[in-house]
């Protein structure tokens, strides 16, 4: 029995912004966005329920998940003893490609990933309190929740010009950022950071973020899991 949360599945593909978008943004913006976000509908026959966008943007800056991997359907199960969030996650590019030097294939991403984060962030503690706000029987359950990847975008670029001035706020945006700040943790290996946004060569992760805007912080997360992983 499990209550699903689903905008569209529709997979649209993903486009990857170039990461001079970070350059065009306050520090702050995650931050900025999300007190922007409605937290829940306030019309129509979902009046009260999560709002999905709401979801949405609470889920990208914690894991950096593709848009294409949103609109798949990601799952989360909030654990009221841990106080924390799971959030699985089906890679979207986990194909095999040929290896240098013709020595046979291996997949460029990982088939799966859970990220597991507490509720000590704004956007943590809304999707905890969500889970945790269904029906007794369905808590502590695994919850689906898709969003189309074209709306997701239009309305980030919508808040983005309103916000920010800025044109071409899109998801991605939020998988440079993640990058940036595992990229500039003490408390984070290369290829932790990797593992955590679904690559399994850590040369890929070079491609993502900017050095000069990461947070130099914590660990963005409790724990992740990746297949294979001990």
Known sequence: HLYVLVEFATYTGDTMTDKTILDQLPDGWRSTLWASMPRTYTTGPRKGTPHHLAMAVAISPLTGLRPAELA????????????AVAIRITGAKHDQVNTPAGQ?????GHEWRVVVVDR????GAFLFNTLQGQR??????WV?????????R?????????LFGVS?????????????????????????????????????????GNGRRGRHGNRPFLSFQVPGQG
């Open 72 to 83: 798949a359907g990601v799952w989360l199960r909030a654990s009221a003893e841990k106080g």
């Open 144 to 152: 689906q929740f898709t969003y189309n990847a074209s709306t997701y």
């Open 168 to 208: 071409g706020l899109c998801p991605y945006a939020f998988r440079h950022a993640l990058a940036t700040d595992l990229k500039t943790s003490d408390a984070v290996t290369i290829k932790e950071a990797a593992d955590a946004l679904g690559h399994v060569s850590t040369a890929t992760l070079w491609r993502y």
């Open 120 to 123: 000590s962030s704004e956007c």
């Open 154 to 162: 239009n309305n980030l670029t919508t808040y983005g010009l309103r």
């Open 136 to 141: 007794e029987e369905l808590r502590d359950q």
């Open 104 to 108: 046979g294939t291996a997949s460029r």
